[in-house]
């Protein structure tokens, strides 16, 4: 049986409507209905979009507003966010803001990276500033794009878990990991331009994955990473002398590479990476994460062995670890995709796509789909072979 | 396509992960218990069981809309 579950559906009578240019007169014209929906109750507001997006200072003070608390300290209202035509640049950043994001059928989301109008003659000075500035801002907003979506990207994931064995068997590659079986299976759902970003996102992959493999292996090696009487920055000082050591091997048949001549710039991604997914695979939130579809992502053997320990407490600290070897893997793909979301003009997704890709929730009109929703509001009756007092705890 | 203005270092809103909401994510816990409880982890088996629910769901719905259509002489 479908429950209804407020929490995920839209609702038009507690909504806010982004349409057209985001900017400053819209922020002034929507402030009073945002104020009056967050006094009348604390229940979820909809924002329905569909808008080539415009200036991020607004988009954001939009999206503090929503987000913000009351004098009693209250969580936010939850956000349900809506895409009925197109979520373009900022406004798909709003969309995927939401806690719950649903795409109408034939939308269009289109993410890219941040951008500088000048109205001003440019200098040698101002443009290095300028394109450090960009690269720095570009590289947060994957991150961040990468913190908003890893729930919906790991539910993904785990969704498809069921049918790596097949893909391996049809395809006669036993040792296809989950992560390349994943990418394999949500593939063939994904668009012309969808696939291409696929790619970007598999070839800068790659380098983390040898990079993770290699210097971070080796910082946890030496225990440089588990020394917590350390300050900072000797802990930062040893992951970038492992990421030194890293590159120069990795460039060792190049003669004519150095970290003068482009290097140093590869080095501070890598530092950015490093740093990015030390943090987050640490987080309360990945931690969370694992817990929760742990149990689905292991194999009957791990579960096995897991429950063949003593006490609670080991089983739980050994199913993390397990989760943990499943889940962090496909965090630095989805890092890689983020990035490459933000790279180039061609990223143009359908709602099936971004569906696919971890960025929404839903589309409107698939019921075939997985989703959030459907977990929370399907109520399964009991097999008929289920003891009642089992069936009705 | 027009040209964004966005700045090169917006501020922390657009950046930051999503706020969890407590009541929702005990329900989502208990909505994933439910289904290791009863469906062992199988989450293929929920899966098909709750889509063909909401199919059942639409065209149920579809039919009463078409009722209602056939009754008002459409």
Known sequence: ?393 | MEKSTRRPQPSSSLRSGRTLNNQVEADLDRAVERVYRLYGGDLSAFFRAAVHDQVQLRQSGKENRDDCALSAGR
Not at chain 1, 328 to 335: C, M
Not at chain 1, 339 to 354: F, I, P, S, W
């Open chain 1, 1 to 393: 049986m479908i429950v209804p579950n407020p929490n995920f559906r839209p609702n038009p009578s507690r909504a806010v409507y982004i349409q057209g240019l985001i900017d400053d007169p819209m922020l002034d014209r929507l402030t009073p209905t945002i104020i009056g929906l967050q006094s009348a109750s604390r229940d979820p507001i909809t924002v329905y979009i569909d808008s080539r997006g415009g200036q991020v200072t607004s988009a954001e003070a939009i999206l503090r507003l929503l987000t913000a608390s009351n004098q009693d300290s209250a969580s936010p209202c939850r956000l349900i966010t809506v895409v009925t035509g197109r979520a373009l640049s900022s406004a798909a950043d709003l969309l995927s803001s939401g806690d719950y994001a649903v795409a109408y059928p034939e939308s269009t989301i289109f993410y890219h990276g941040v951008r500088q109008t000048l109205a001003t003659p440019v200098t040698v000075e101002f443009g290095s500033a300028l394109t450090e500035r960009l690269k720095i801002s570009n590289d947060q907003s994957a991150m961040a794009l990468a913190r908003k979506t890893e729930w919906r990207f790991m539910f993904r994931f785990v969704m498809m878990t069921p049918e790596f064995t097949t893909l391996r068997q049809t395809t006669n590659r036993p040792s296809l990991t989950p992560l390349d079986s994943f990418i394999e299976l949500i593939s063939q759902n994904l668009s012309w331009y969808a696939n291409e970003l696929v790619k970007r996102a598999r070839e800068r992959h790659g380098r983390y994955h040898k990079l993770l493999d290699g210097a971070l292996a080796a910082a946890y090696k030496n225990k440089v990473l588990l020394k917590p009487q350390q300050r900072p920055a000797q802990v930062e000082s040893a992951i970038i002398k492992k990421i030194i050591d890293f590159e120069v091997r990795a460039h060792k048949n190049e003669p004519d590479w150095s970290f003068r001549t482009g290097g140093l710039a590869r080095l501070n991604d890598d530092y950015f990476l490093l740093n990015e997914y030390i943090s987050s695979s640490q987080s309360d939130h990945f931690k969370k994460l694992c817990k929760r579809w742990g149990p689905f992502a292991l194999t009957p053997q791990e579960t096995e062995g897991i429950m063949a320990l003593p006490d609670d407490a080991a089983r739980e600290e050994a199913r993390l670890e397990k989760a943990r070897r499943y889940f962090q893997p496909v965090w630095a793909f989805l890092v890689a995709l983020c990035h490459a979301l933000q790279e180039g003009e061609e990223n143009y997704l359908t709602a099936l796509d971004a569906y696919w890709l971890g960025l929404i929730d839903e589309v409107i009109g698939f019921p075939e789909l997985k989703s959030m929703r459907l977990l929370s509001e399907f109520h399964p009756d009991p097999p008929n072979d289920m003891p009642p007092e089992t069936a009705a705890a």
